[in-house]
T-cell receptor, first 110, second 116 residues
Framework: KQEVTQIPAALSVPEGENLVLNCSFT??????LQWFRQDPGKGLTSLLL?????REQTSGRLNASLDKSSGRSTLYIAASQPGDSATYLC?????????FGQGTELSVKP | DTGVSQDPRHKITKRGQNVTFRCDPI?????LYWYRQTLGQGPEFLTY????????KSRLLSDRFSAERPKGSFSTLEIQRTEQGDSAMYLC??????????????FGPGTRLTVL
């Protein structure tokens, strides 16, 4: 059974810092991996999708990597801003459905 | 089309009542998914449709839950005889799907259910 784990559960950083969020999964038989952002009480916003054959995806200040063989993905956020404060979720796609981690709650202090 | 929409956004009901939620996917998407999210947890898969066909249901989807997508467009999720444990955010997502199962899923704003 696929299990997705995100570390740390919560993170607080000063504005301007670069940071890395971690995601690990137990079964490497995945189609892709998505990173999402969720603001309190809201739905999910897709940030990046990495196909199983890819190693990296970039969008603006965000960079996501995927190492399928070791069951790991990282989300790198450059020059963090207070507006980046949210919960970040990773999810692996198995057979079309997403299996999520519990998320990392990020707080960026001005 | 601005994205996936869900209605209502919030629902408060008494235990034992039936509730129905609606999801309208992005218009050209033929796959539609339902997930449930409780406080402090990641979303959990409930079920998904390819056009009007329901292809998979999670064991989380008890007999009190039923989902439909009658014309392959919008979908409804009904919960009968609600229990306090049903209180959660119900999220809908859609994707292009078809033969390509690895398409990006886009989520709606969710329906927050509170069972008193």
């Amino acid at each position: 059974k696929q299990e997705v784990t995100q570390i740390p559960a919560a993170l607080s950083v000063p504005e301007g810092e670069n940071l890395v969020l971690n995601c690990s999964f137990t079964d490497s038989a995945i189609y892709n991996l998505q990173w999402f952002r969720q603001d309190p009480g809201k739905g999910l916003t897709s940030l990046l999708l990495i196909q199983s054959s890819q190693r990296e995806q970039t969008s603006g200040r965000l960079n996501a990597s995927l190492d399928k063989s070791s069951g790991r993905s990282t989300l790198y956020i450059a020059a963090s801003q207070p507006g980046d404060s949210a919960t970040y979720l990773c999810a692996v796609n198995q057979g079309g459905k997403l299996i999520f981690g519990q998320g990392t709650e990020l707080s960026v202090k001005p | 089309d601005t994205g996936v929409s869900q209605d209502p956004r919030h629902k408060i009901t008494k235990r034992g009542q039936n509730v129905t939620f609606r999801c309208d996917p992005i218009s050209e998407h033929n796959r539609l998914y339902w997930y449930r999210q409780t406080l402090g947890q990641g979303p959990e898969f409930l079920t998904y449709f390819q056009n009007e066909a329901q292809l998979e249901k999670s064991r989380l989807l008890s007999d009190r839950f039923s989902a439909e997508r009658p014309k392959g467009s919008f979908s409804t999720l009904e919960i009968q005889r609600t229990e306090q444990g049903d209180s959660a955010m119900y999220l809908c997502a859609s994707s292009l799907g078809g033969l390509a199962v690895n398409n990006e899923q886009f989520f709606g704003p969710g329906t927050r259910l509170t069972v008193l």
